[in-house]
């Protein structure tokens, strides 16, 4: 259920991408409760001058390799969850080269009847 | 009021990605009360390796074709609503070649005060 | 907090993108009390047959180089506050020559603790 986004520069190897998604996921799976087969992800890489994103907002130190993650997903996750759900992510991306200052994200809460995940079906309605 | 975003793999044809608006679009009319000419659409085509869907979450079976369906629209439509329209976009999309499985929807829902849509106004407010 | 998604055809110069995102940023600030450095901003340039929209729906007459601006930010703007920001984007965005009819937004609205913005941290939790 939920759908992630990934928004980061372009020419990132493909490895890179791939390694980024399953850390995603695998913060998802182990913080948020999500089926280990939920996964649904899109990279959108665009020109770096197309990704403007303020150095220092928040008290960090942000670099061009900023990485934007939106995810759509069911409400109900207590603010406890969510944020070990952000420190979980931060980690597992920190094991593949991200550093935790390049890491933005981004939860879009929706209602369980507003999904459909293949044939037509409101899936969890 | 609908905003749609379709996200599918790069190499589609134009014709296609157009009759796959086409369906969306008659589907909401049909459905969920859209106006006629009310259509506004962004279709992002990604490199297949850069949408990541798992194969049979949700039991169905997925190929590389996947169409994931994006609308962020104003609240209120009750759960019969939001499933005749998954139901109605799925059918149509069929009379295109389009797979039931291959149909990802997810619902995104604002406020009426939330669009402008032109002129700087706030449409619906 | 906000993050914002400007959809527009391929094709326009950078110097005009980096308008675009100034205008909108500068609005932001002015109108919805957004920190001055709390700028984060996607650009989607696609085909513009990609981009669908229709001319005339609310009543204004729209052209190929309409603009879809994605604002995503934390719930609790008064209805004047979106109105004057509406206002506020276009004209702004006039004074670099965008019709005030080719500018869409929709606002799709997040809880505070909805966010990271960097280090894994609930920013604003």
């Known amino acids: ?3 992630v986004r990934v928004t980061l520069r372009k020419g990132r ?5 791939h390694e980024v998604g399953e850390a995603i996921h695998a913060a998802l799976v182990s913080q948020a409760n999500v089926p280990a087969d939920d996964r649904f992800q899109v990279f959108d890489e665009v020109d770096a001058d197309r990704l403007i ?3 220092t907002y928040g008290g960090v130190e942000r670099s061009p390799e900023l990485l934007i993650i939106e995810i759509t997903l069911n409400a109900g996750r207590t603010v406890e969850i969510k944020s070990n759900l952000y420190a979980d992510i931060v980690r597992r991306l920190g094991e593949h080269g991200v550093r935790p200052d390049d890491v933005l994200i981004a939860l879009v809460e929706v209602t369980k009847e507003n999904w459909s995940f293949g ?3 409101a899936t969890y309605a």
Do not use: C, Q, Y
Request: aromatic share 14%.
């Open 1 to 3: 259920m939920p759908l």
């Open 13 to 17: 190897s493909f490895a890179f991408v």
């Open 53 to 55: 994103a303020h150095a």
């Open 119 to 121: 044939g037509g079906r």
